[in-house]
């Protein structure tokens, strides 16, 4: 068995209730009994994982898309970083990328081309998106 089914399984029983989705490249992918709930809620396309486990997914760059269908379906979904099982809720998830998102925009800042004017800006759009983050429930 995979190591990633192991770890599915581990998870299931802790929490039976969870849906677990596991990042794997630039796709979420749900296991087994997870998959097929998925599956029958949203019409995603199951496919093997092995002969007997079945997966289904869906891209990344769709994550809030699905993360308001999974809300309204009251659905309790965990994020799995299968590099080191780092399991997130989906708040946690969201908060995680975008503090990604927001050391990735000042790593990419060339202090040396930036007026006064720009580095206040700078500051100033930091700030509101901390605050953003912050408020993410």
């Known amino acids: 068995m995979s190591k990633l089914y192991n770890t599915y399984l ?3 029983k802790q929490d039976s209730k969870s849906i677990y989705l596991f990042k794997s490249g630039i796709f979420f992918i749900a296991l087994d009994e997870d998959a097929r709930i998925l599956s029958d809620a949203f019409n995603f396309k199951l496919t093997n994982l092995n002969d007997s486990i079945v997966k289904c997914g869906f891209p990344c ?3 809030y898309k699905y993360y308001s269908l999974f809300q309204t379906n009251n659905f309790t979904v ?4 299968p590099d080191d099982n780092t399991l997130y809720s989906i708040t946690e ?9 927001l050391l990735s925009t000042i ?8 007026s006064v004017s ?3 800006q700078f500051i100033t759009n930091l700030k509101n998106k ?5 408020k993410v429930e």
């Open 130 to 134: 901390i605050i953003e983050i912050n």
């Open 10 to 12: 581990s998870l299931k």
């Open 61 to 63: 760059s769709s994550f």
């Open 93 to 101: 998830y969201q908060q995680k990328e975008a503090i990604t998102e």
């Open 107 to 114: 790593s990419s800042i060339d202090i040396d081309t930036l």
């Open 118 to 120: 720009e580095a206040y």
């Open 78 to 81: 965990r994020i799995i970083e």
